[in-house]
């Protein structure tokens, strides 16, 4: 069972954490490496460019659901090992290509799709893990020390990779993360903690993923959040599908400015991880939820509206930016505790995999939205409709029992 002392004081959890901030960073400079690499070494056209993005974002929508009903019949910790192993295997095959003269577009094509179906089921796994890891009252905590080395990461990461491919050629920083997913599997394999055993029951995949999606719809709590996330995810992912061009393009700001702003954004994602649990603790978790919606609501309005002199919209656009990320990390970080705490064991696998495909499936949606707005009312105009159609979230997160939800409630809550 685990300890209720402080996590940093368990190691079993440590060793989880060690792995994954070591993978994360990883992640964070093939990011970028992979498509520099078909860019710089593949001379890629715009069209192959996009057709890799949506081939490493459709394992998401392809295997979720089918990969929830697996992580809830068998351990899960021999999921995530496998995963990372896996990841490590493809990821190698892109220097390894390089070096014998037969990298190509095909291969990149197979290694986004195949890194990207482990990281769905590393993912789902991962979150359905957690809680027999480290206990109900300790979710909180735990998934904001992970959200901030994911934050983290995201903050130093790309700079690394940038002087990694600067230094070497385009496909050989990937070799990093291969490594840092070796690192994350040592780390898994090391945990000692027994799982909680599972429940066997008859293996009906469709009444299974019925009965996580049930599950997940049925608690009013969960229900609200799956709303509230899939509304913002579509409205971010159309934000984000034309922001960069806005700042290039109708702003002018070069690209040393354009890096500033996102890294900004990173330290407010960062600080936001870290805080997450002391905000819960202090109005608590549904309240800071609502927070957390709240800034960024006025971050998705601000980028929107952000005009005047050009030091004057870059200096709001910046503190948006940090305010809003940092709300982001609020809603990410209370968002999964309160998924975890309140679904039975058992469904963990399914209800995870239902709530990443109900909200993370608008993301290409909302990415086409954007981008037909954009070219019908402008890029500024895009970014102000979306930014405003944010609000309709609050009065659905006002009218739910987040407001008087001080503690994570029990499972059997209604």
């Known amino acids: 069972m685990p300890s209720r002392s402080g996590l940093a004081a368990d190691p079993e959890f440590l060793k989880l954490w060690a792995g994954e901030t070591i993978s994360d960073f990883g992640d964070q400079i093939t990011l970028l490496a992979i498509p520099l690499t078909a860019v710089i070494v593949l001379k890629a056209s715009a069209f192959e460019m996009g057709l890799l993005a949506a081939v490493a974002a459709a394992p998401t929508a392809l295997f979720s659901l089918p990969v929830g009903v697996w992580v809830d019949r068998i351990a ?162 159309a934000q984000t599908a034309i922001f960069l061009l806005y700042l290039s393009r109708d702003l002018g700001l070069p690209p040393s400015v354009i890096g500033a702003l996102l890294a900004i954004g990173s330290v407010g994602a960062l600080a936001g991880a870290l805080l997450a649990s002391r905000v819960a603790r202090r109005i608590g978790i549904g309240p800071s939820f609502i927070a957390g919606s709240l800034l960024f609501v006025g971050f998705a309005i601000t980028r929107g509206l952000a005009s005047g002199p050009i030091t004057v919209t870059v200096t709001a656009l910046a503190v948006a930016q940090l305010v809003g990320l940092f709300g982001a990390s609020l809603f990410n970080v209370n968002g999964p505790s309160l998924r975890q705490a309140l679904t039975p064991p058992h469904l963990l696998g399914r ?18 939205l954007g981008g037909t707005l954009g070219e019908l009312i402008g890029l500024r105009g895009a970014l102000l409709v979306t930014g405003v159609a944010s609000i309709v979230v609050l009065p659905i997160l006002f009218a739910s029992a987040l407001p008087a939800t001080r503690d994570i409630p029990a499972r059997h809550a209604s």
């Not at 009252?137 to 130093?156: F, P």
């Not at 990779?161 to 990937?174: D, R």
């Not at 209800?351 to 086409?368: D, Q």
Request: net charge positive; glycine share 8%.
């Open 76 to 237: 899960r910790r021999p999921i995530l090992i496998a995963a990372d192993l896996g990841r490590a295997v493809a990821l190698s095959s892109v220097p390894v290509a390089f070096i014998l003269g037969s990298l190509s577009m095909p291969l990149l094509y197979a290694v986004a799709f195949v890194t990207g179906t482990l990281s769905v089921f590393f993912l789902v796994a991962y979150q359905a893990y957690l809680p027999g890891l480290v206990g109900r009252e300790r979710l909180v905590d735990a998934n904001g020390k992970m959200n901030a080395s994911s934050s983290l990461a995201q903050l130093a990461g790309p700079s690394v990779s940038g002087i990694l491919v600067q230094l070497f050629t385009a496909p050989m920083p990937v070799v990093v993360d291969a490594l840092s997913f070796i690192g994350s599997l040592i780390g898994v394999a090391l945990i000692r903690r027994p799982e909680p055993t599972l429940e066997r029951r008859p293996r009906d995949m469709r009444a299974e993923i019925r009965e996580g999606m049930a599950a997940l719809l049925g608690q009013p709590v969960l229900r609200t959040l799956v709303v509230c996330a899939s509304i913002f995810i579509l409205l971010l992912s």
């Open 351 to 368: 209800v995870n995999a239902s709530y990443r495909f109900l909200v993370w499936g608008t993301g290409p949606f909302g990415a086409l």
